[in-house]
Nanobody, 123 residues
């Protein structure tokens, strides 16, 4: 089992910044990719940004130039630095990780989600 715990969500004024963190723990063998997604009520969960173990990144068009994803492989932690926040960025942000974990002495693939952290941007 691999657990993800997010932190950093808060209420901030438009134009402000927040930094989200997500730490993975458990029987981790390796983490291939980590990422951030967001989901507003009634909408599908959408990609915000992802990062591979080698550092390759991918961003949604709506956040390019404002958000930066990074990770600390030694700590199994991924970060999302969010600058120039807009009211439309308001929603719940979820962390995701995919990789391999130990299961009864065997290495098996996993995909895990965090519980979500609320980001609210006031106008």
């Amino acid at each position: 089992q691999v657990q993800l715990v997010e932190s950093g969500g808060d209420l901030v004024q438009a134009g402000g910044s927040l930094r989200l963190s997500c730490a993975a723990s458990g029987s981790i063998f390796s983490i291939d990719a980590m990422g951030w997604y967001r989901q507003a009520p009634g909408n599908q969960r959408e990609l915000v940004a992802t990062i591979t173990s080698s550092g390759s990144t991918n961003y949604a068009e709506s956040v390019k130039g404002r958000f930066t994803i990074s990770r600390d492989n030694a700590k199994n932690t991924v970060y999302l630095q969010m600058n120039s926040l807009k009211p439309e960025d308001t929603t719940v942000y979820y962390c995701n990780a995919v990789g391999s974990s130990w299961h009864d002495g065997l290495v098996k693939g996993f995909g895990s989600w965090g519980q979500g952290t609320q980001v609210t941007v006031s106008s």
